[in-house]
């Protein structure tokens, strides 16, 4: 259920071992290395990016890799043989904040995992963003729960879960919603 990718090596397979993510060009040849990973995979997955060894990744390699994963395989109209549900970790602050910026700038958003830390970085409604934070903290619940928990109408904590789920930012299983990090 939990594909594991330390986006370091995959940046050492394609060149001389460096821990920087920068240009256009690398972040293009590293999001493709992945894609050919990826490839061979089907069914539910959590697809842990680990950038925990790399020192520096620039906001072109942030959209190169982990924005355009992101669109290849949650914004088709086609099914995938994959059904994706990324998760990044070992991002500092300052990464942290450059990739929210890039997956703003493009209606994205994504689970992010740093220093013990879950949270969604990017895009994301204000409701859906707290409907998060509470299944981060909880680890899991239904719609009536998380309505009841937070004082919302049935109606509210379901769209907000929804959203959430349409996005793959949480998992759906037999009626509870869970972010990918309860799942792992």
């Known amino acids: ?3 594991q990718i330390d986006v370091r090596s995959v940046l050492a397979r394609l060149g001389p071992d460096r821990p920087d ?3 256009r060009p690398t972040g293009r040849a590293v999001r493709s290395s992945i894609e050919a990973e990826l490839s061979r995979l089907s069914g539910r997955k959590i697809i842990v990016l680990d950038f925990t060894s790399v020192r520096t990744m620039d906001c072109s390699c942030a959209d190169e890799i982990v924005a355009k994963l992101i669109q290849a395989y949650l914004v088709t109209e086609m099914p995938l043989p994959l059904d994706a549900f990324f998760l990044v970790k070992g991002l500092d602050e300052h990464q942290v904040e450059d990739l929210d910026e ?3 700038r493009q209606r994205l958003a994504l ?3 740093s ?3 879950v949270r969604l970085i990017g895009d994301v409604a204000e409701q859906a963003r707290i409907a998060f934070e509470h299944l981060a903290l909880r680890g899991r619940a239904a719609a ?3 309505a009841d928990e937070l004082a919302w109408t049935l109606d509210d904590a379901r769209a907000a879960l929804d959203e ?3 996005r793959h930012l949480v998992m759906l299983e037999s009626g509870h919603y ?3 990090t309860a799942a792992a």
């Open 144 to 146: 009536q729960e998380l």
């Open 1 to 3: 259920m939990i594909k």
């Open 115 to 117: 220093a013990g830390v």
């Open 21 to 23: 993510l920068v240009t």
């Open 111 to 113: 689970v992010a995992e």
């Open 178 to 180: 869970l972010p990918p």
């Open 164 to 166: 959430l789920a349409l």
């Open 102 to 104: 890039v997956l703003r």
